[in-house]
């Protein structure tokens, strides 16, 4: 109903147009009696229409897509800046704690004011080829289980934003999680698993620490960039970074 009645709108406006163009050539014409001039005028307007339609879609269509495209790309900063906030940061504390993070890593990623955008993409193809090892001895997978299943809710609610879909590494990483959520609700025991399943678990928790590290410096790239003060913030609270302190001496 209401697309037949906007096209009626549309119909009744293109029909008061094209009735009122008529109506000033004929005055045209009534006053100046020329309708070689009117002819002249008119094929020139219906010849230049290709090309003026050909600028509009060149240009203000791009501009329009440009500017959507931004006000997207901000939409989705905003959400993957409250993952981080509401869960990601703490997730990335668990895996540090879990994992074997050597002194390497943390001298890589103790990023600071100082940082150009090339610094973080070169800690970011670092972190790519960085073998990440789950020590058996320091992992609490309940503890792991149980701060995922904390966080349930608001996990669904992000899976369930459409902004996202225009993100796909940032989808990655969620489906990542939830993967491994899954796995570790689906276990009924987590004190005496096999090797093998241990294992499983490892590459599951590997493939999310890598995806979080990878979001976590692209977006700390855009905070550095337009928001200085919560870059400062992140700064303070580095989990790399052992003597970062979020009070400001």
Request: proline share 3%; glycine share 4%.
């Given at each position: 109903?209401?697309?037949?009645r906007r096209?009626g709108?549309?119909?009744?406006?293109?029909?008061?147009?094209l009735l009122?163009s008529a109506i000033?050539?004929?005055?045209?014409?009534?006053?100046?009696r020329?309708?070689?001039?009117?002819y002249?005028?008119?094929l020139?307007?219906?010849?230049?229409m290709?090309?003026?339609?050909?600028?509009l879609t060149l240009?203000v269509?791009?501009?329009l897509?440009a500017r959507?495209k931004?006000?997207?790309?901000?939409?989705m900063?905003?959400?993957i800046?409250?993952?981080f906030?509401?869960?990601?940061?703490e997730?990335l504390?668990h895996?540090i704690r879990?994992?074997?993070?050597p002194?390497?890593?943390?001298?890589r990623l103790k990023f600071s004011?100082a940082?150009s955008?090339?610094?973080f993409?070169?800690?970011?193809?670092?972190?790519?080829g960085?073998?990440?090892?789950?020590d058996?001895e320091r992992?609490?997978?309940?503890?792991l289980?149980s701060f995922l299943?904390?966080?349930?809710?608001?996990?669904?609610?992000?899976l369930e934003n459409p902004?996202?879909?225009?993100h796909d590494?940032?989808?990655d990483l969620l489906?990542?999680?939830?993967?491994?959520s899954e796995?570790?609700?689906?276990?009924?025991?987590l004190?005496?698993?096999?090797?093998?399943d241990?294992?499983?678990?490892?590459?599951?928790?590997?493939r999310?620490f890598?995806l979080?590290?990878?979001?976590?410096l692209h977006?700390l790239?855009h905070?550095?960039?337009?928001?200085?003060?919560?870059?400062s913030?992140?700064?303070?609270?580095n989990?790399?970074?052992?003597?970062?302190?979020v009070e400001?001496?």
């Amino acid at each position: 109903m209401e697309t037949a009645r906007r096209s009626g709108w549309l119909f009744l406006l293109g029909a008061a147009l094209l009735l009122l163009s008529a109506i000033l050539y004929f005055i045209h014409y009534l006053i100046f009696r020329d309708p070689h001039h009117i002819y002249i005028y008119l094929l020139g307007d219906l010849a230049f229409m290709p090309i003026e339609v050909l600028l509009l879609t060149l240009i203000v269509d791009r501009m329009l897509g440009a500017r959507e495209k931004r006000a997207t790309m901000e939409k989705m900063n905003m959400v993957i800046g409250a993952f981080f906030s509401e869960m990601g940061l703490e997730l990335l504390n668990h895996l540090i704690r879990s994992g074997s993070c050597p002194a390497e890593m943390a001298a890589r990623l103790k990023f600071s004011a100082a940082w150009s955008d090339a610094d973080f993409r070169k800690a970011a193809d670092w972190v790519k080829g960085f073998d990440y090892v789950l020590d058996r001895e320091r992992t609490d997978l309940y503890e792991l289980r149980s701060f995922l299943n904390s966080r349930r809710d608001f996990f669904l609610r992000m899976l369930e934003n459409p902004t996202l879909l225009e993100h796909d590494t940032f989808t990655d990483l969620l489906w990542a999680v939830d993967h491994l959520s899954e796995e570790l609700l689906f276990r009924k025991g987590l004190d005496d698993i096999s090797d093998p399943d241990f294992a499983h678990l490892e590459g599951d928790v590997r493939r999310v620490f890598h995806l979080l590290i990878f979001e976590w410096l692209h977006y700390l790239v855009h905070l550095k960039n337009n928001y200085p003060y919560l870059f400062s913030l992140a700064v303070r609270t580095n989990p790399f970074d052992e003597e970062a302190c979020v009070e400001i001496a």
